[in-house]
């Protein structure tokens, strides 16, 4: 499973990735309200751990607007304001769980994992589809009509982000975030390639799709329309 973690606390947001990691999540770590806010807002995390006091935008009010923007993903609230009028705030604003700092580290994890769970029971299925195009999230296996592709994973949550964000630009840098993090070793080079694998691996026509270039900017897919 994927989590997003928006902290801006470097030390403590670089504990609890490891700490995350270790357990076998996969984990996306944003220190700005404004970017945990769009990363948040492509819909692929099981889990999202966001805390209150934000650069940028106030993590409250990115709860209320990925709610207003119908995103159900589960959030876990993080805050060193320990009264009840704070978290009464924090869940009417749509947080599934609140922790208050400091925390164990065994309580993060079953909080994730309770979460976890909950967010597994209302994906009512494991398939995304376009026009003819589907895609099988949990075995990376693309379908159109009766052929069918298999991808990495790497290719497969590429698809997966384009698939989720129909019709919307994508640039580079987000893509790059998205799916490798921040690891510096990674070059947006390596976001074009693999557009390229997705483009020569499924026959996207036929599936009634188009990965489309937005030159200096980036790529969006697209339902072709008759």
Known sequence: MRILLVEDEIRLA???????????????????????????????????????????????????YLRKKRITTPVILLTAKDTVSNRVEGLDAGADDYLIKPFSKDELLARVRALSRRSENLQTSDTLQIAGLSLDIRSCEVSIDADKVKLTITEAQLLELLMRNQGQVLTKEQILDRIWGFDKEVEIKNVELYIFYLRKKIDLEKGGVVINTVRGVGYSLKEIQS
């Open 14 to 64: 670089e504990a609890l990735e490891q700490i995350l990691k270790k357990q076998g999540f996969i984990v996306d770590v944003a220190h700005d309200g404004a970017i945990g806010q769009d990363m948040a807002e492509t819909g692929i995390y099981g889990v999202i751990i966001l805390d209150r006091n934000l650069p940028s935008i106030e993590g409250v009010e990115v709860l209320k």
